[in-house]
């Protein structure tokens, strides 16, 4: 399984950006999808998942700024990022947890947000 994000970049506060991230390989029953990230210094802490039934959640941090969505039949994870601030750059890390074979992770996307 390989998961590859794309979107990342460059971004003044209270700016938008857009993450994706496409899963292919031997994947079968995708139960959770999502993204984490990781700032210089910081543990790696969730940001938003979404599970097969749609059902969301977010960290407190970016609730209200961030949207995750997925599309089960492409194998797909994006987040929407929305008032972007200093305090959101990092490392972002989508990753996928398959029934009954655990979670996979993708290399992770740098997101700076200037001041």
């Known amino acids: 399984v390989q998961l590859v994000e794309s979107g990342g970049g460059l971004v003044q506060a209270g700016g938008s950006l857009r993450l994706s991230c496409a899963a292919s390989g031997s994947i079968g029953s995708i139960i959770v999808r999502g993204w984490y990230r990781q700032a210089p210094g910081k543990q790696r802490e969730l940001v938003a998942t979404i599970a097969s039934g749609s059902s969301t959640n977010y960290a407190n941090s970016v609730k209200g700024r961030f949207t995750i969505s997925g599309d089960n039949a492409r194998n797909t994870v994006a987040l929407q990022m929305n008032n972007l601030t200093p305090e959101d750059t990092a490392v972002y890390y989508c990753?996928?947890?398959?029934?009954?074979?655990?979670?996979?992770w993708g290399q992770g996307t740098q997101v700076t947000v200037s001041s």
């Open positions: 990753y996928i947890r398959i029934y009954t074979r655990g979670d996979y």
